[in-house]
């Protein structure tokens, strides 16, 4: 079974900045890739931004300039470095991994963390 837990939401004031982590762990040969979605209360869950094994980004209009994407394939870790927040980036972020493969030959299998609650105070 492969977990994603992830780490460093909470309360801060807009401007301010978070730096999200997403750990992935056990039975894993790859993982094609890592991203960051939100869902804010009463919306549908959405994309922030992702990053595959290779370093390609994918980013939200909303995130873009302001948030960036980063991994470490080695310890099958994503990172999201949110600056300049601002209170409608208020939401539960969760941890996205696609294309988890447990064996070479594996096809293939997406998993959810359980999200972290990022609020930004106006």
């Known amino acids: 079974q492969v977990q994603l837990v992830e780490s460093g939401g909470g309360l801060v004031q807009a401007g301010g900045s978070l730096r999200l982590s997403c750990v992935a762990s056990?039975?894993?040969?790859?993982?094609?890739?890592m991203g960051w979605y939100r869902q804010a209360p009463g919306q549908q869950r959405e994309l922030v931004a992702q990053?595959?094994?290779?370093?390609?980004?994918n980013y939200a209009d909303s995130a873009k300039v302001r948030f960036t994407i980063s991994r470490d394939n080695a310890k099958n870790t994503v990172y999201l470095q949110m600056n300049s927040l601002k209170p409608e980036d208020t939401a539960v972020y969760y941890c996205n991994a696609a294309g988890v493969k447990k064996y070479r030959w594996d096809y293939g299998m997406n998993y959810w963390g359980k999200g972290t609650l990022v609020t930004v105070s106006s």
């Open positions: 056990g039975s894993i040969f790859s993982i094609n890739a």
């Open positions: 990053i595959t094994s290779a370093g390609g980004t």
